[in-house]
């Protein structure tokens, strides 16, 4: 039984697993962020361009 806790507490494998899930974490926190900015910046443009678009006459260009 001590030999197994000797090894257990050497062993390292499991270290570099925690560690590529906090960095998974980190990427997708960030990109969760990134996305909320991107939204609402692609919203307000969608309805502008939907305002500009509207206020259009196509027919009056030919007049």
Do not use: C, H
Request: aromatic share 8%; glycine share 12%.
């Amino acid at each position: 039984m001590m030999n197994f806790i000797k090894n257990f507490s050497k062993d390292e494998d499991g270290a570099v697993t925690v560690d590529w899930v906090v960095l998974t974490a980190a990427v997708v926190g960030l990109a969760v962020a990134a996305y909320g900015s991107i939204k609402d910046g692609a919203v307000e443009l969608t309805s502008r361009t939907n305002a500009y678009m509207g206020s259009q006459n196509p027919g009056a260009i030919g007049d």
